[in-house]
């Protein structure tokens, strides 16, 4: 089984007509996801927003969930600057109150329930930027010479509550309550 890329093909044509079709499957893909009816998210359908060919998508990204990893890749790719508040609560906390604002963007949203519901295809590439975000802080604080918790324990802590609230609940993950999740991995 071919490993699942986020980023378009290698045999893919840089720039030019290129760059153009990647846009605008990727704006089709925004569009359908803001649409009420997100069943519809199909290459055809895609394709037919794009106002390109079916087969162009199909060769490009191979399935909706490569597909969604691509735009997933594109989102989330440095939207959510590292603090540096000059302490690990600080930090955390702040990083915390800045990914519950950004799930709670209906946009960020629907591309994140889409790729949980291709069968988390694409899940690595929503986890994959803030876990490096997060590893970032603690070695920061390491680097400081303090004590960190383990990474393990810290996604368990901050991420898994973050992204579980906003997908699989209807209560919005607030900056407030995001914050609290730094109190657990971080008793006083």
């Given at each position: 089984?071919?490993?699942?890329?986020?980023?378009?093909?290698?045999d893919?044509?840089?720039?030019g007509?290129?760059?153009?079709v990647?846009?605008?499957?990727?704006?089709?893909?925004?569009?359908?996801?803001?649409?009420?009816?997100?069943?519809?998210?199909?290459i055809?359908?895609?394709?037919?927003r794009?106002?390109?060919?079916?087969?162009?998508?199909?060769?490009?990204?191979?399935?909706?969930?490569e597909?969604?990893?691509?735009?997933?890749?594109?989102?989330f790719?440095?939207?959510?600057?590292?603090?540096?508040?000059?302490?690990?609560?600080?930090?955390?906390?702040?990083?915390?109150?800045?990914?519950?604002?950004?799930?709670?963007?209906?946009?960020?949203?629907?591309l994140?329930?889409?790729?949980?519901?291709?069968?988390g295809?694409?899940?690595?590439?929503c986890?994959a930027?803030?876990?490096?975000q997060?590893?970032?802080?603690?070695e920061?604080?390491?680097?400081?010479?303090?004590?960190?918790?383990?990474?393990?324990?810290?996604?368990?802590?901050?991420?898994?509550?973050l992204?579980y609230?906003?997908v699989?609940?209807?209560?919005?993950p607030?900056?407030e309550?995001?914050?609290?999740?730094?109190?657990?991995?971080?008793p006083d």
């Amino acid at each position: 089984m071919p490993a699942t890329t986020s980023s378009p093909r290698a045999d893919s044509r840089p720039g030019g007509r290129s760059a153009r079709v990647r846009a605008a499957v990727h704006q089709a893909v925004k569009e359908l996801l803001a649409d009420e009816a997100k069943d519809v998210l199909t290459i055809p359908v895609i394709a037919a927003r794009a106002g390109v060919h079916a087969t162009t998508v199909y060769r490009r990204w191979g399935s909706v969930g490569e597909l969604l990893a691509d735009v997933a890749t594109s989102r989330f790719s440095g939207d959510i600057v590292v603090p540096d508040t000059g302490s690990l609560r600080g930090d955390l906390e702040r990083f915390a109150s800045d990914l519950a604002k950004d799930l709670s963007d209906p946009d960020t949203l629907a591309l994140v329930r889409a790729i949980v519901g291709t069968g988390g295809e694409g899940a690595g590439v929503c986890r994959a930027e803030r876990q490096q975000q997060l590893e970032a802080i603690l070695e920061r604080e390491q680097a400081r010479g303090n004590q960190t918790p383990p990474v393990e324990r810290a996604t368990d802590a901050v991420l898994a509550p973050l992204y579980y609230r906003a997908v699989f609940t209807d209560q919005a993950p607030t900056p407030e309550w995001a914050r609290t999740l730094v109190s657990h991995l971080l008793p006083d």
